[in-house]
Nanobody, 115 residues
Framework: QVQLVESGGGLVQPGGSLRLSCAAS????????MGWYRQAPGKQREMVARIFKSGVLSNADSVKGRFTISRDNVKNTVNLQMNSLKIEDTAVYYC?????????WGQGTQVTVSS
């Protein structure tokens, strides 16, 4: 059973930074892609950023220029560096991985941007 464990969420002021990390229980190159989604209260879950096995990156328009996704092949982690955070970035952030038709989700980590 694949496990994805997120860490790094918390409370930050607008304009601040946070770094999220997702640790996978197996080699991340076994997945077609991995990434981060988020869900704010009363809203649908949305894709934030993805990194494909080939290394190609995909970011939501709302975070371009502010968020950067990366991976650590040795530690089997996928990270999300979030800069210039805005109040509207407040959400539960979920790590996601896909292998074939199978999808895997972490338990989520809360990110709150507030003054």
């Amino acid at each position: 059973q694949v496990q994805l464990v997120e860490s790094g969420g918390g409370l930050v002021q607008p304009g601040g930074s946070l770094r999220l990390s997702c640790a996978a229980s197996e080699n991340i190159f076994g997945f077609n892609h991995m990434g981060w989604y988020r869900q704010a209260p009363g809203k649908q879950r949305e894709m934030v950023a993805r990194i494909f096995k080939s290394g190609v990156l995909s970011n939501a328009d709302s975070v371009k220029g502010r968020f950067t996704i990366s991976r650590d092949n040795v530690k089997n982690t996928v990270n999300l560096q979030m800069n210039s955070l805005k109040i509207e970035d407040t959400a539960v952030y979920y790590c996601h991985a896909q292998r074939g038709l199978s999808e895997y989700w972490g338990q989520g980590t809360q990110v709150t941007v507030s003054s």
